[in-house]
């Protein structure tokens, strides 16, 4: 037998599961987890929410509801409105346009191929509170062309095609539109307080 090997006692070998299990249990599980402020300021972020309908003929044949996602130039402007008032922020958020797009990103400024004919172009939509934080932005076409959406955004300018001044970006499941359908977009805007 080794004289330089010892044996450890069973209270020893129980003492150091024992340690090891607290550690595993109590500590291990913090190590992934985010900063309190960071959980936060997520959850209290300016948010948004689409929803799309189409009719045809009076009935409903599309419903589709997503999350957007609020664009830099649009931040920067809420950031500018505060900062600086109307001097900084002169058109209210309330123009809807559609069109196609591939997958929003924050750097966009605009949809990539805005619908521009004069059935589907961009225009102010109608604006209602829904409580203190919220409000919504509705607007309805009928369009008078053949046309394919896959997405819309939420912009500060009427004028259709204008770049530079979309707040918000949001993709649809794509549909296809006929002359005479109704389409409806509604954007719910969220600035949440806490």
Avoid: C
């Amino acid at each position: 037998m080794n004289p330089k090997l010892k044996y450890l006692s069973t209270g020893t070998i129980l003492g150091a599961t024992l340690i090891a299990i607290v550690f595993l249990t109590v500590f291990a599980p913090l190590q992934n987890r985010p900063a309190v402020f960071v959980t936060v300021f997520e959850e209290n972020k300016p948010s948004g929410h689409v929803s799309v309908q189409i009719w045809r003929n009076g009935e409903l044949i599309y419903s589709y509801e997503t999350d957007n996602i609020i664009v830099t130039i649009g931040s920067t402007w809420v950031k500018d409105f505060l900062r600086q008032g109307t001097t900084g922020a002169t058109n209210a958020t309330d123009d809807i346009a559609i069109g196609t797009h591939g997958t929003p990103v924050v750097g966009d400024t605009e949809l990539q191929s805005e619908q521009t004919d004069s059935s589907l172009q961009r225009t102010s939509g109608t604006v209602a509170n829904i409580n203190a934080t919220a409000y919504n932005v509705t607007k309805t076409w009928t369009s008078s062309i053949s046309a394919t959406i896959n997405a819309t955004s939420l912009h500060r300018s009427p004028t259709p095609n204008s770049n530079n001044n979309a707040v918000a970006i949001a993709s649809i499941s794509s549909v296809s539109l006929l002359a005479n359908d109704q389409l409806q977009v509604t954007w719910k805007l969220n600035v949440p307080s806490g």
